[in-house]
């Protein structure tokens, strides 16, 4: 069983948000964006350029809680097509994914703090999540659809 929780006003493939699965052998909880558009990838590459400073001080917050596992973003062997190799946000930049994960097992499903578990760990994610939302709610809706192949964009 699984659910997503986007940000209110952008839909799923549109924003950053915080997403649950329990299973029979394991619990994930994560938050960010995973597989990002090209649009919403963009946006994120952009808004880093100058806010990777902020985005590492989020990571390592993460990092230092121990509930989520190194961000693996699904990382580009060089810098995107665009952007500078010599940046000194160019491994934030290759970057294709944006979700911090937390596994957790299956059995804690069961247990009567099971949703401490899981708010605990959405709390360390929301600023991960709330970073990432600040470029992607400037996506606009035309070009989020686009990316999920409802529309073409003119």
Do not use: C
Not at 99 to 123: K, M, N, Q, S, Y
Request: hydrophobic share 45%.
């Amino acid at each position: 069983m699984a659910a997503f929780w986007p940000r209110q006003g952008l839909e799923k493939s549109g924003g950053a948000g915080f997403f649950l699965q329990v299973g029979v052998q394991s619990v994930m909880v994560a938050g960010g964006s995973w597989g990002p558009g090209p649009q919403q990838l963009r946006a994120i590459r952009d808004y880093l350029l100058e806010h990777h400073g902020a985005m590492r001080g989020v990571l390592a917050d993460v990092s230092r809680t121990g509930l989520a596992d190194p961000l693996d973003g699904n990382p580009l062997i060089r810098a995107p097509k665009g952007f500078p190799a010599e940046h000194p946000a160019a491994d934030l930049l290759q970057n294709r994914s944006w979700a911090l994960t937390g596994t957790l097992p299956g059995a804690v499903a069961l247990g009567e703090d099971f949703t401490d578990l899981v708010l605990e760990r959405f709390r360390a994610f929301a600023p991960l999540v709330e970073r990432l939302n600040v470029p992607l709610a400037s996506v606009t809706p035309l070009q989020r659809e686009a990316a999920a192949g409802r529309r073409k964009q003119a």
